[in-house]
């Protein structure tokens, strides 16, 4: 009997470590990156531009070709997406062609970033001769968000109940009608937040933009067709090859905290929309 | 009537075709891939390149040999998942049988923060913080190792690992917990001997695809694995992943050079990797799919 209690409040003890560690990680990443990085953040390095080679002033062209990128590639990412969910959600919930497309989905979502990196170049910036642009790099950042989208699009889709569907059907609604009038309707925020996690998903990611669309040192973009700067390739390229990687560690941490800032609002704004979607929704 | 019809058809065969994006895209990336990873074996043997222990693309002549570079991989992955196995199913479990009702939500929402951290960010944390204490910590000339990658790597993993488990065993009914506690069990043997059992299959699920995770990440490996292409015998060396081998050396192969396509076949060696990864994801999860314990 003092075995198992023993036992027991061991194996708790473990589990409730475990979680702090965890917990822990999360909290020390967050710290330093905050804490050592607050000092380099003020209005003028958010909306000036570098200076005396990349040594001092902000970084207004990195966040505005991230903008740029992460508007981009859900332009092209979005409507793709959400009419593939809501051919697998209305259209054909199962079936041998709709196991195929589930696959080649969760495949998609595993195949590394880089991957797409090497595909965004030997098919868009060379073949498609789009070159190293905003547009390669969000058609590239499109391909690799797309499982994302779908599967948020998807779990909206599936959380508007039957009985609006069969509702307007008994109206005498066509199918194409009553997912226009009721079901995307009923769906959108859910969407939304696939849109947003999407967002946050393609303004973080370097190692698809590296090849296709990001430059170390750039003027603000005049077309789709211009190569642009970007957060997470600045701070990439001024942390490990830039000549005074040492000196300009405080721009580093600032760039470090708008671009972790960026994407973690989003996130919040995703989380806070389902939450809000899950429990505050009396259909 | 009929012009009604007919225009429900196309419609639905409009969304059939953007759903039929996904498998067009994996198809064109295997297109891609092979079509400028396989010349390189023109000029190169297939055996040199898979069986290779040299990976020296700028040298007369050169050698583009897999296995220091894959060996790179799979050894900080390694390290990752002994980081990331028992504390993330830790958390997992703690998430699900022990949190109190009001904290669980909270929890779960902090472990997608850790998700949605940019890969580069993670990359910035280690190399000014992780590095520098595994140089001092281990009196070595530079902190650059496999283990700086396998620490951050396991961070990294952690999110799909905690979140996919958790699933896991939140799946698992609440009959089998009361009629393990009913018969005298204790808390904690009802959770090892009935409620993580019945759940192995998402278990392992998880952690498949937090290897997975590990495994094609970048930039982190990029930014602190040190990047010499040896093969790997202690986690205190340097090492040069798959991944970051290419991301760091694309820029410089000239296009259409033997270099370039050794790129894109280390690519395809990648590509392929996850492929197999998912598909025993996959294969994991439908087997026990309908199975009722």
Same mark, same amino acid.
């Given at each position: 009997m003092r075995l198992r209690r023993l036992t027991q409040a061991a194996a708790f003890a473990f589990l409730t470590l475990a979680m702090a560690a965890v917990l822990l990680a999360l909290g020390t990443i967050l710290y330093y990156i905050l804490a050592r990085g607050a000092g380099a953040i003020s209005w003028e390095f958010l909306t000036s531009f570098p200076r005396r080679g990349m040594t001092a002033?902000?970084?207004?062209?990195?966040?505005?070709?991230? /903008?740029?990128?992460?508007?981009?590639?859900?332009? /092209?990412?979005?409507? %793709?997406?959400?009419?593939?969910a809501i051919y697998l959600v209305?259209?054909?919930?199962? !079936?041998?062609?709709?196991?195929?497309?589930?696959?080649?989905?969760?495949?998609?979502? !595993?195949?590394?970033?880089?991957?797409?990196?090497?595909?965004? %170049? $030997?098919?868009?910036?060379?073949?498609?001769?789009?070159?190293?642009?905003?547009?390669?790099?969000?058609?590239?950042?499109a391909f690799l968000v797309l499982p994302t989208i779908?599967? $948020?699009?998807?779990?909206?889709?599936?959380?508007?109940?039957?009985? /609006?569907?069969?509702? $307007?059907?008994?109206?005498?609604?066509?199918?194409?009608?009553?997912?226009?009038r009721v079901v995307l309707p009923a769906g959108l925020p859910g969407v939304l937040t696939g849109a947003i996690l999407a967002l946050g998903r393609a303004a973080g990611e370097t190692a698809p933009i590296i090849f296709t669309a990001a430059v170390f040192s750039a003027r603000l973009p005049n077309s789709p067709l211009s190569p642009v700067m970007a957060l997470p390739y600045?701070?990439?390229?001024?942390?490990?090859?830039?000549?005074?990687?040492?000196e300009t560690r405080p721009i580093q941490y600032g760039t470090a905290i708008v671009l972790l800032g960026l994407v973690l609002a989003l996130d919040l704004v995703a989380i806070l929309v389902r939450a809000r979607l899950r429990r505050g929704r009396r259909w | 009537m009929i012009r009604q019809a007919w225009r429900e058809r196309s419609i639905r065969g409009l969304f059939f075709l953007a759903a039929a994006t996904s498998i067009i895209i994996l198809l064109l990336i295997m297109l891609f891939l092979f079509g400028e990873g396989l010349p390189l074996f023109r000029a190169y043997g297939l055996w040199d390149f898979l069986a290779g222990q040299f990976w020296a693309p700028t040298a007369e002549p050169p050698r583009f040999g897999l296995l220091p570079l894959l060996l790179g991989s799979l050894w900080v992955t390694f390290g990752a998942l002994l980081l990331a196995v028992p504390l993330g199913l830790g958390a997992a479990i703690y998430i699900a049988e022990l949190a109190p009702a009001g904290?669980?939500?909270?929890? *779960?929402?902090?472990?997608?923060?850790?998700?949605?951290?940019?890969?580069?960010?993670?990359?910035?944390?280690?190399?000014? @913080? @992780?590095?520098?204490?595994? *140089?001092?910590?281990?009196?070595?000339?530079i902190g650059k190792t496999a283990l700086s990658a396998s620490l951050?790597?396991?961070?990294?993993?952690?999110? +799909?690992?905690?979140?996919?488990?958790?699933d896991a065993l939140t799946g698992v009914p609440r009959g089998f917990r009361e009629a393990a506690l009913a018969l005298g069990a204790t808390k904690w043997q009802t959770i090892w001997r009935v409620t993580v059992p019945a759940a192995l299959s998402g278990i392992s699920t998880a952690v498949i695809l937090g290897a997975g995770r590990a495994i094609g990440e970048t930039m982190t490996v990029l930014m602190v694995s040190g990047m010499a292409p040896i093969i790997p015998h202690s986690f205190l060396q340097p090492v040069r992943p798959l991944t970051a081998t290419i991301a760091a050396e694309v820029g410089e192969a000239v296009w259409g050079s033997p270099h370039y396509h050794a790129l894109f076949a280390l690519g395809i060696v990648l590509f392929l990797l996850s492929l197999g990864i998912n598909l025993l994801a996959e294969?994991? +999860?439908s087997r026990y799919r309908g199975v009722k314990v």
């Open positions: 002033g902000g970084i207004f062209p990195a966040i505005v070709g991230t /903008f740029y990128l992460a508007v981009g590639t859900l332009i /092209f990412s979005l409507p %793709l997406g959400i009419c593939a209305e259209y054909a919930p199962q !079936g041998r062609a709709v196991r195929l497309i589930r696959m080649a989905v969760n495949n998609l979502a !595993g195949v590394p970033s880089i991957v797409f990196g090497l595909f965004g %170049l $030997a098919f868009f910036v060379r073949l498609l001769g789009l070159g190293v642009s905003i547009l390669s790099g969000s058609l590239t950042l779908i599967r $948020a699009s998807e779990e909206a889709l599936r959380a508007v109940p039957q009985e /609006f569907r069969e509702g $307007a059907l008994a109206l005498g609604a066509t199918r194409w009608q009553m997912i226009r600045h701070l990439f390229v001024m942390a490990t090859e830039s000549i005074f990687y040492e | 904290l669980r939500e909270l929890l *779960k929402a902090l472990v997608e923060v850790l998700a949605a951290i940019p890969s580069v960010v993670y990359g910035f944390f280690a190399l000014v @913080i @992780i590095v520098p204490w595994v *140089k001092a910590s281990f009196h070595l000339p951050v790597l396991g961070v990294m993993a952690l999110p +799909t690992i905690v979140s996919l488990a958790e294969w994991l +999860t």
